[in-house]
């Protein structure tokens, strides 16, 4: 799909359901392959802010830089806007 010119999005569904060394080993690949982006998929719309924010800052430290990282929520527990409020507050267009 990159050869042809179209912009690649990984959504791993379930994040939160990955163990770290499971996270890390997908962020190993997506880092060769180079999509123009991964989203944390909150796919049951049941993880909490502090959740969020955890697996955020564990892509993001391994995360090669021109790789955009994103958050695909769901809202089945009411929790999709304050988790997406709590990563906005977290000011990573700095970087």
């Known amino acids: 799909m990159k050869q042809l010119g179209w912009d690649v999005i990984a959504n791993p569904m379930t994040t939160n359901a990955y163990s770290l060394v499971e ?4 962020i190993e690949k997506i ?6 982006a991964i989203t944390i998929v909150d796919t049951l719309g049941n993880m ?6 955890d697996i955020f ?3 993001h430290a ?10 695909h929520s769901h809202n089945s527990m009411q929790l999709s806007f304050s988790n997406t409020k709590a990563l906005l507050k977290m000011n990573f267009l700095k970087d």
């Open 48 to 53: 909490y802010e502090q959740q969020v924010i």
């Open 62 to 71: 391994r995360l090669k830089k021109d790789i955009a990282l994103g958050f």
């Open 23 to 26: 996270l890390k080993s997908l």
């Open 31 to 36: 880092n060769e392959i180079e999509p123009f």
């Open 57 to 59: 800052e564990f892509i």
